[in-house]
């Protein structure tokens, strides 16, 4: 049996939940049925207060470690990056998409490049991670224009949020897929020596009640609602710690820093029991060390990983009603809204009853199974590269007809 050549996508590389768990499906494919190469637009992002190039992302330097290639677009990338793609950017994006069978786009952004007329056609899945399409600026007017041409065959949502809100923006519904997040469960455990040794590190007594936050610096995780109730958790509980990781977490961030000064005026003694981690290779280490993965969110989000992630190490979620995060803590945390006084004291709450939590959370560990996940998107590449011998007709009205498949919904 030949192989599957597969091609994903991406805008660029940077810290992110949704790169992550790209980048684990592309590994976790490669190398069976299925061959599996990477092209980004951009060779080095700017985000989050951070100039990043692609060869030093933590994503890029996994999969190239497994044998995937990864090429860049454009090598220099940037904040001067044209939106606009010269010649000599089509004709290569023309030579990878004609060497591979089934194209992934890493959320709707990468559909610019791929609508662009002369391409190979080569059937496209996207890749879909948020819960809000009407606020991806032009990504969500491409995602309808590769529908109605009937180059997108497959669009993967990773939760039901995410499906329900592109449905809505008038993607068909025959076309989605709702394949759930999940996480690698032999990395992400409960671990005393990592929660022991981290706390060590930090300086962190052993009983203290601790509260994680894993987000890069953006708008929607709603930085300085996090930081409001942080200020009321440390002033409750002279014990109490704060953890704070992600791209831009870090002193640098003149935008951090500035939400920091407002949340602690008149307090800033606090700040002493807050970290300031920035981007980590050992989040399960540092989950492990936490009682509480917090979540503030205000838009966006769908079945966040750094809920995921922390669950699986045994802190116990505490998360606003956005996407499927009711969902997601459902039995394991708690639901708060969107108000610092009831998020420290949901902080408070959880960090006690982490023991009681933990039997729910060890039982939820194979519904969050990686494992399962990366085959149901196998299934997914395997259905649609099958299927592509039978054409697309262009949808009519933002319709696609003819697909003979109905919304199918895959085990995580």
Same mark, same amino acid.
């Given at each position: 049996?030949?192989?599957?050549?597969?091609?994903?996508?991406?805008?660029?590389?940077?810290?992110?939940?949704?790169? &992550?768990?790209?980048?684990?499906?592309?590994?976790?494919?490669?190398?069976?049925?299925?061959?599996?190469?990477?092209?980004?637009?951009?060779?080095?992002?700017?985000?989050?207060?951070?100039?990043?190039?692609?060869?030093?992302?933590?994503?890029?330097?996994?999969?190239?470690?497994?044998?995937?290639?990864?090429?860049?677009?454009?090598?220099?990338?940037?904040?001067?990056?044209?939106?606009?793609?010269?010649?000599?950017?089509?004709?290569?994006?023309?030579?990878?998409?004609?060497?591979?069978?089934?194209?992934?786009?890493? =959320?709707?952004?990468?559909?610019?490049?791929?609508?662009?007329?002369?391409?190979?056609?080569?059937?496209?899945?996207?890749?879909?991670?948020?819960?809000?399409?009407?606020?991806?600026?032009?990504?969500?007017?491409?995602? /309808?224009?590769?529908?109605?041409?009937?180059?997108?065959?497959?669009?993967?949502?990773?939760?039901?949020?995410?499906?329900?809100?592109?449905?809505?923006?008038?993607?068909?519904?025959?076309?989605?897929?709702?394949?759930?997040?999940?996480?690698?469960?032999?990395?992400?455990?409960?671990?005393?020596?990592?929660?022991?040794?981290?706390?060590?590190?930090?300086?962190?007594?052993?009983?203290?009640?601790?509260?994680?936050?894993?987000?890069?610096?953006?708008?929607? =995780?709603?930085?300085?609602?996090?930081?409001?109730?942080?200020?009321?958790?440390?002033?409750?509980?002279?014990?109490?710690?704060?953890?704070?990781?992600?791209?831009?977490?870090?002193?640098?961030?003149?935008?951090?820093?500035?939400?920091?000064?407002?949340?602690?005026?008149?307090?800033?003694?606090?700040?002493?029991?807050?970290?300031?981690?920035?981007?980590?290779?050992?989040?399960?280490?540092?989950?492990?060390?936490?009682?509480?993965?917090?979540?503030?969110?205000?838009?966006?989000?769908?079945?966040?990983?750094?809920?995921?992630?922390?669950?699986?190490?045994?802190?116990?979620?505490?998360?606003?009603?956005?996407?499927?995060?009711?969902?997601?803590?459902?039995?394991?945390?708690?639901?708060?809204?969107?108000?610092?006084?009831? &998020?420290?004291?949901?902080?408070?709450?959880?960090?006690?009853?982490?023991?009681?939590?933990?039997?729910?959370?060890?039982?939820?560990?194979? /519904?969050?199974?990686?494992?399962?996940?990366?085959?149901?998107?196998?299934?997914?590449?395997?259905?649609?590269?099958?299927?592509?011998?039978?054409?697309?007709?262009?949808?009519?009205?933002?319709?696609?007809?003819?697909?003979?498949?109905?919304?199918?919904?895959?085990?995580?």
């Amino acid at each position: 049996m030949n192989e599957l050549r597969v091609l994903s996508i991406y805008e660029g590389f940077f810290s992110g939940g949704a790169r &992550i768990l790209h980048s684990d499906v592309v590994r976790g494919l490669g190398g069976g049925t299925q061959r599996h190469a990477v092209l980004s637009i951009e060779g080095e992002m700017h985000r989050e207060a951070t100039r990043q190039p692609m060869s030093e992302d933590a994503c890029y330097r996994a999969l190239t470690a497994a044998g995937v290639p990864v090429s860049a677009l454009r090598p220099g990338g940037g904040p001067g990056a044209s939106a606009a793609f010269t010649r000599r950017e089509l004709a290569a994006t023309a030579r990878a998409t004609a060497a591979a069978d089934v194209i992934l786009s890493l =959320k709707e952004q990468p559909l610019a490049l791929l609508n662009q007329a002369g391409l190979p056609y080569r059937p496209v899945v996207v890749c879909l991670h948020r819960s809000d399409p009407e606020n991806q600026g032009p990504a969500l007017d491409a995602l /309808r224009a590769a529908v109605a041409s009937g180059r997108v065959r497959a669009c993967v949502c990773c939760a039901e949020s995410t499906r329900a809100a592109y449905v809505a923006a008038g993607i068909p519904a025959e076309l989605t897929h709702v394949i759930p997040n999940g996480v690698d469960l032999l990395r992400f455990r409960p671990d005393a020596d990592a929660r022991a040794a981290v706390r060590a590190s930090l300086g962190i007594p052993a009983a203290a009640p601790v509260t994680v936050f894993a987000a890069r610096y953006a708008g929607m =995780k709603n930085v300085p609602l996090f930081l409001r109730a942080a200020r009321i958790f440390l002033d409750r509980d002279p014990d109490a710690r704060v953890l704070m990781c992600g791209a831009g977490m870090t002193a640098a961030n003149p935008e951090l820093a500035a939400d920091l000064s407002a949340a602690f005026a008149g307090a800033p003694g606090l700040l002493r029991r807050l970290s300031l981690l920035g981007v980590r290779h050992d989040m399960e280490a540092v989950y492990a060390a936490a009682d509480v993965v917090a979540l503030t969110s205000s838009s966006g989000e769908a079945a966040p990983l750094c809920l995921i992630e922390g669950m699986m190490c045994g802190a116990v979620p505490v998360a606003t009603d956005v996407g499927d995060c009711a969902d997601l803590v459902a039995g394991h945390g708690f639901l708060t809204p969107a108000e610092p006084g009831p &998020i420290a004291l949901a902080w408070s709450r959880a960090a006690a009853r982490a023991a009681d939590f933990a039997p729910a959370l060890a039982a939820a560990r194979e /519904r969050f199974s990686q494992t399962r996940m990366i085959a149901a998107y196998g299934a997914v590449i395997e259905q649609v590269h099958r299927d592509a011998a039978r054409p697309a007709r262009p949808a009519r009205g933002g319709r696609t007809r003819g697909r003979g498949t109905a919304p199918a919904r895959h085990p995580a």
